[in-house]
Every structure is written in structure tokens, then in C-alpha cells.
């Protein structure tokens, strides 16, 4: 029983040093992330990652015209500013988080479902020398039937 | 040397194992505590600036059912993969494939009030991420919490979409892309095989659910970006093949839009992108696609 339970202690302390620094990300996305979602209902769709300063991700999705659309984009604190836009097919920029005073949310209705891409960039915080920063950043849609 | 002694002996050398390195390369960044040389600060940043992650984001199984519903569509039983067929699904592929099914039959339930429907579908959903090692994505929490509010459908869907991102992003988190993309495969065509079921041929023309099934044609490419990500999982590759032969009726049918105009509704602050849109399915291209989502649907739940 005693040998049992040292393997146990073992394997659970091997486990908490091998965790991924990506299970910080579900943490960040559902403590942080989510509640911003509210009252539009979460997809129930997870993306996140460990992004660096100045680092680029990009995002693709259809967005159906009989709905109504928050995104919210948001970086750890650690990260220096996280930006995003959405583009159009023809790359019109549709939002800008930067033309919007930094908004990390964004909400919209189509007239009509298209598929919309959503570049998303870590900013820099320009001190040469040092180390990029890096953090998760997480894109989270909800929706709700649109009126 | 007693049990226990040896025991702990072998203990100690496993951790070493785990935790030497580590302790290591902490020494290792002692000695290197000369600054990073810029140059080689300036070549990462250089080098992060041309990484991209991308991210392909299918509709999630809760906002397929919500289309269906929204486009007008009856609550239809039949359709729903019956829970009686998990005994079947062992396999990683089979689990996966009907985790993202059961998630979607059980949305569609719970937007129709389906009370005893939403806890037989959500055991089953958590029968296949218990099948998938998906640690706590479900538990018994879950499922009492789902019965004290079955009469509230904003709870529920709560419910649904917390404990399918718990799902996904344990999935994404411990390195199973492959996995969580064939769930999320399996819940888009489940919706499509639910909405193809339930349009009336009779009313085909100007019929609210045809236009919801043409707009998947937005997503078919979005899916196989997906899929392709993943190449090289044998699951992933059969898959490929069963998209693409659906990707092939979808480009049969043509989508026209004119350029979005962007106006804010100063009431809401909610962005209102205009544009108009015009579509041509014929009734065979339409039989043909929902004879081809059948076969593939067909070959998940088998």
C-alpha cells in the first residue's frame, strides 16, 4: 500500500512539472476571457495560444447572417498590447482594435454570412536587448439569435 | 534492502530523470548571465515576425443547432444518433467523430426542450470523452448541475458550450490536434446531416434552411484547411477524402455578394456589415449533397 502511494505522490508531482505551458491558456481563457463574452452565448470553440511579442496569428470563420457576433480578443498582462483586426475577402479592413481605442472587443451582425479573417498581433514593447515577452492570448466568439 | 527501500531508491532516480535536466539548465542560465547580444535579440524577434499560427474555427455543434432552429426547422428525433450506438465507438476515431455528434444532437435537443433527450445525449457525449482520456470534461458536477436547470435553456447552453471547450482545449492543450479536429469535424457534419433531413422538398424555393445549408459552403474550406493541418493521422486522411468529395457539390453551387459597407447602429454599438447576396441551388445539386452527407455521416455513426 505504502509502495502504491509513493508512486502515486510520484507520478502526481512528475505531473505538475511536465504540465504544458498551454494549460496556463485554458485557465486565462475561462477566467479572463469569458466573462467578457456576456450576455452573447460562448460557441463553446477554444483558441488560444502562446504567442511572443511581435508575433502574428491569423484566424479564420464564417459568420452567419441570422446571428449576432462578440469577439473578443485579449493577451496575458505580461504581453504588451494585443491588437486585431477583421478583414473581408478582398482584404477590407472591417474593425480595427487600434482605430478603436484599443478595444479587445468587438461586436457585429451581417446582412448577409460571410467568411471574415481576423489578424491578430502582439505588439512590441521596444526595449531593445531584452528578451520577447511571451504569454497566451485567447480569441473567444459568443452569439446570439440576432433581432 | 527492504521493498520500500528499493522502492524509493528507483523513485528518486525517475525523478532525477524528470527533474535533473531541468535543474540544469536553471545552472546554465546562472553561468550565462552576460547580456543576450543584441544582434542575436534583433534576429528572434526578426524570425517571430514571420511565424504565424492560424487558427481555422469551425461552427462549434451549439452554434450549428442554433442555426437550424433559427432557420425555422422542427425538432425531428430520428435524426439524432441514437445513444444506444455508443457501445459501438472504441476506437480514437469512432470517439472523436461522435463526441463532436452527440454534442451537436444534444445542442439541437436542448434548443427544443428535450428535457430527458439533453441528459441521455450529454452521458453519452461523456462517454466519449471519458473514451477520449479527456480528464473531468464531463463530470457527475455537470450532469446534476444539467438536471437542477433543465427547465432553464440558458443554463443549459451554458453548460454545452462550457463543457465542449473543456473538451477542445484539453485536446489542444495536450498536443491532440488531430483528435480535436476530427470532433469538430464530426459536430459540423452531424448539423449538416440534421438540416439536410429536415428541409422540405416541397418548399425548396426561398425555404430559410436551404439557404442555411448553402451558406456551409463558407466553411468547407475553413474545414479542410483544418483537416489538412493534421495530415498524416490515417483518421485525418480518410477524412480528407470524404471532405473533399462533399467540397466537390459545394462548388457546384455559386455564391455571390456585393462589397460590405460597414454602419454602426449608434443605439447598440453593434457594427451592422451590409451586403447583399444572391445563390443558385438546383434541386439536384441539392439531393446530391444531402445523399453525400449521408454517406459520410453514415460511415461516423456506423
Not at chain 1, 504540465?19 to 488560444?48: I, R, T
Not at chain 1, 477583421?86 to 472587443?105: I, T, W
Not at chain 2, 458536477?141 to 435553456?153: A, G, P, V
Request: proline share 3%; with cysteine; charged share 25%.
Amino acid at each position: 500500500m505504502k509502495t502504491i502511494r509513493l508512486f502515486s505522490g510520484i507520478l502526481l508531482l512528475l505531473l505538475a512539472l511536465t504540465l504544458p505551458a498551454h494549460s496556463q491558456c485554458k485557465a486565462f481563457a475561462k477566467k479572463e476571457v469569458l466573462p467578457e463574452l456576456s450576455p452573447y452565448v460562448h460557441d463553446g470553440n477554444y483558441h488560444a495560444a502562446i504567442l511572443v511579442e511581435g508575433e502574428e496569428a491569423e484566424l479564420y470563420k464564417t459568420f452567419y447572417s441570422d446571428m449576432e457576433y462578440r469577439v473578443v480578443v485579449m493577451g496575458e498582462d505580461k504581453l504588451p498590447a494585443v491588437e486585431f483586426k477583421v478583414l473581408d475577402e478582398n482584404k477590407n479592413v472591417l474593425f480595427s482594435s487600434k482605430d478603436n481605442n484599443n478595444s479587445r472587443m468587438w461586436d457585429f451582425k451581417l446582412e448577409s454570412s460571410k467568411q471574415l479573417k481576423l489578424v491578430i498581433k502582439v505588439s512590441s514593447f521596444n526595449k531593445p536587448g531584452d528578451i520577447p515577452a511571451s504569454g497566451c492570448v485567447a480569441i473567444m466568439f459568443g452569439f446570439k439569435v440576432k433581432k | 534492502m527492504n521493498k520500500l527501500s528499493r522502492t524509493g531508491i528507483i523513485a528518486v532516480i525517475i525523478l532525477s530523470l524528470f527533474v535533473l535536466p531541468g535543474c540544469k539548465s536553471g545552472g546554465e542560465k546562472q553561468k550565462k548571465i552576460e547580456p543576450v547580444v543584441q544582434k542575436d535579440v534583433e534576429k528572434i524577434k526578426e524570425d517571430i515576425s514571420k511565424a504565424e499560427k492560424m487558427f481555422n474555427a469551425l461552427p462549434s455543434p451549439l452554434e450549428s443547432a442554433m442555426l437550424i432552429k433559427t432557420a425555422g426547422a422542427s425538432f425531428d428525433r430520428r435524426f439524432l444518433n441514437p445513444i444506444e450506438n455508443v457501445k459501438l465507438y472504441t476506437t480514437t476515431r469512432s470517439q472523436a467523430l461522435n463526441l463532436g455528434i452527440y454534442t451537436c444532437d444534444l445542442s439541437f435537443a436542448s434548443l427544443y426542450d428535450q428535457t430527458q433527450l439533453i441528459i441521455d445525449y450529454m452521458n453519452a457525449a461523456k462517454k466519449m470523452a471519458d473514451g477520449l482520456g479527456i480528464l473531468d470534461a464531463i463530470n457527475q458536477e455537470t450532469i446534476s448541475r444539467l438536471e437542477e436547470n433543465i427547465n432553464n435553456k440558458e443554463v443549459i447552453m451554458e453548460i454545452i458550450s462550457e463543457t465542449f471547450m473543456n473538451s477542445n482545449s484539453y485536446l489542444a492543450d495536450n498536443d491532440q490536434a488531430a483528435v480535436a479536429a476530427i470532433v469538430l469535424a464530426g459536430g459540423w457534419i452531424e448539423g449538416l446531416y440534421i438540416a439536410t433531413q429536415l428541409v422540405d422538398l416541397k418548399n425548396f424555393n426561398g425555404n430559410k434552411l436551404v439557404a442555411t445549408i448553402i451558406d456551409q459552403k463558407l466553411s468547407i474550406d475553413i474545414l479542410l484547411n483544418l483537416l489538412e493541418n493534421n495530415k498524416g493521422n490515417p483518421a485525418v486522411d480518410e477524412l480528407i477524402g470524404q471532405v473533399n468529395k462533399l467540397k466537390a457539390v459545394f462548388d457546384k453551387i455559386n455564391i455571390k455578394t456585393t462589397p460590405i459597407k460597414t454602419e454602426i447602429d449608434p443605439e447598440t454599438n453593434v457594427t451592422i456589415l451590409k451586403s447583399k447576396v444572391t445563390t443558385d441551388m438546383s434541386v439536384e445539386t441539392f439531393k446530391e449533397l444531402t445523399a453525400i452527407v449521408k454517406e459520410i455521416r453514415d460511415s461516423f455513426v456506423k
